[in-house]
């Protein structure tokens, strides 16, 4: 255990946040994603998991990481197929969680199940979580920290 460290940030998971760089995606799923064969095509090349909700797990994850600030489609969610504007509990729920770490309106832009998939196997890594509703699936672009003035 660290001070200043969510407990659901593991070593693994640590690892792969510090390695990453401005501009690499990180997925962060669901139950039912197909996170072990995604993962095993992405940077990291192995699936890393945090044992609680979707919302809890990005909430931990945006403690310690940035979402870039210069592309729009930095905070990502999976669209309801054949709803493409529908926000399911657990995304709503995500959503709170992201403009709560922004501090300002963040919204989470859709994306198509398949290219979501596609999107996911380009990422830096995939955490998947416990999280049983479905839609939770969500990707995150890594920002830039500037620097101390």
Same mark, same amino acid.
């Given at each position: 255990?660290?001070?200043?460290?969510?407990?659901?940030?593991?070593?693994?998971?640590?690892? +792969?946040?510090?390695?990453?760089?401005?501009?690499?995606?990180?997925?962060?799923?669901?139950?039912?994603?197909?996170?072990?064969?995604?993962?095993?095509?992405?940077?990291?090349?192995?699936?890393?998991?945090?044992?609680?909700?979707?919302?809890?797990?990005?909430? +931990?994850?945006?403690?310690?990481?940035?979402?870039?600030? %210069?592309?729009?489609?930095?905070?990502?969610?999976?669209?309801?197929?054949?709803?493409?504007?529908?926000?399911? *509990?657990?995304?709503? *729920?995500?959503?709170?969680?992201?403009?709560?770490? *922004?501090?300002?309106?963040?919204?989470?832009?859709?994306?198509?199940?398949?290219? %979501?998939?596609?999107?996911?196997?380009?990422? %830096?890594?995939?955490?998947?979580?416990? *999280?049983?509703?479905?839609?939770?699936? %969500?990707?995150?672009?890594?920002?830039?920290?500037?620097?101390?003035?």
């Amino acid at each position: 255990m660290l001070k200043g460290l969510n407990p659901l940030l593991n070593a693994e998971t640590l690892y +792969a946040l510090r390695a990453m760089g401005h501009g690499d995606d990180l997925i962060i799923a669901d139950t039912n994603f197909p996170a072990e064969s995604v993962a095993r095509q992405t940077v990291l090349g192995e699936l890393l998991r945090i044992d609680a909700t979707a919302p809890e797990v990005i909430e +931990a994850v945006l403690s310690v990481y940035p979402i870039d600030t %210069f592309v729009d489609d930095a905070a990502a969610r999976m669209e309801v197929i054949g709803a493409p504007n529908d926000m399911p *509990e657990v995304q709503a *729920e995500v959503q709170a969680a992201v403009n709560a770490a *922004e501090g300002a309106p963040r919204p989470l832009i859709g994306v198509e199940r398949f290219a %979501f998939y596609d999107r996911a196997k380009q990422a %830096f890594a995939v955490i998947q979580t416990q *999280e049983r509703r479905f839609y939770g699936c %969500f990707a995150f672009r890594k920002g830039v920290i500037p620097p101390e003035s």
